[in-house]
């Protein structure tokens, strides 16, 4: 199976050539020329099983045998539920994922950890090696941190604003003792920090180093993500018979792509809710029919402070029927005019298997409250917006109803004790290593390349 651009042309890639790939050549982004023909066997299993099987049947045999299976098992020892992400009911057909039990407490070490082993393994193979190069606004660095973290064959540079990120973000990236990771605190904001990796990728260095991006288009850790939702559409139905409905938190469109994937692979999966803070480009989307940004307000669920939702072309090309130019088309106005609209045949067929809903603050404080009110359960303030948007319409859908936790609430201890009064747990493991001596340099962002040739030239 090959992967082609959503905008079209004649680049046609293997799964092989995709892990460590952002953009296609041409600024689209890589989907499957057709879905793969998957069997039921997939919903059943631990989470590291589905995963190498998703994997193997989206392109698997480009990579040498054995070694995607090995290395998902691996990277799952380090979780605190090896076997997959917690399912739990909590009554009345409400269920939770809970994707926060990875090493960084947020549900991207699901994909980034995997990911980050098979790279590793991969380049042992072929006898090379390579740089991670992530500019962060907070989560993704500590997960990029913790998924590369000694690492034999990749080093990993993180560049984050000065001021920019929170304490316990700038902690779980400084306090690896890994030799092999070096975090940059930048003295500018996060599109200086963005501006200067993509600077860096057209530098000479970059073939000398190996300069390699893992962001979150990565179609990879997509696939790796689509597992947890095969995994847990099986439990659910094998336990109520019924399909599910997954209420997730959305920013980039990567985390509720990868559920689309698995309805698309036979899931029993009915309704896929995006739901969203005050950047509420995507409900809006849903009633307007225009794609639009605006302003991006700060809020206190920041990995939803997005105003593009990248991974959304990916959907778009689909919605379009394989249609590249239209894609491209409508990709090139968003750029340029800010914005596209869609048919409304082309909208319903979107609402066949999506909804959106948007939380404000008081909203997101008022669904911690009464999650803890009503389940004894402390929410993180992403995952609020998803408890909101159930509470406002579980009544108006059939199925069993799956509230997606994308991130552990400790690490938003100040918004939770807006809400309840007292401040969530922080796990022991993550305790005892955001204890740990800081290591870190400040830089210029003139003075990025030389920090790197200095620690790793
Ligand atoms: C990244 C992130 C999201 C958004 O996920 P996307 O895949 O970008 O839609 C939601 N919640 C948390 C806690 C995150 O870290």
Redo the contacts with the bound molecule.
Sequence with gaps: MNYISTRGGSESLPLAELLTRGTASNGGLFVPRHWPEASPDLLAGEYAEIAAKVLQLFGGDSLPDRLIANAINTAMQHFSAPVGPPVNTLGNNLWTLELMHGPTL???DFALAPLAEIIDSKLKHDGKHATVLCATSG??GAATVSAFANRERVNAVVLFPDGGVSDFQRLQMTTTGAGNILPLCVDGDFDDCQRTVKKLYQTKAASQYGYTAVN?INIVRILLQTAYYLRTSGLIHQSTGEHSNYF?????????YAAYIAKQLGAPINTLVVTSNDNDVLPRFFETNRMQGTQTVKTI?P??D?QV?S?FERLLWHIKQGDTDAVDQAQQSLEAAGGYELSSAEMNSLMSDFKAARCSEPQALAAIQHAWQQHSKII?P?TATAYHAIEEMADSIAGQNVIVE??HPAKFSTAIERAIGQKPTVPEHVQAQLAQPEQFQRVSVDGVQQAIDARFG
Excluded: L
């Excluded at 997730?248 to 509720?256: E, I, K, R, S, Y």
């Design positions: 947020a549900f991207k989560d993704t979150s997730v938190p959305t920013g980039n469109f990567g985390n509720v669920s990995s939803m997005i939702s991974n993180c992403h994308t991130a």
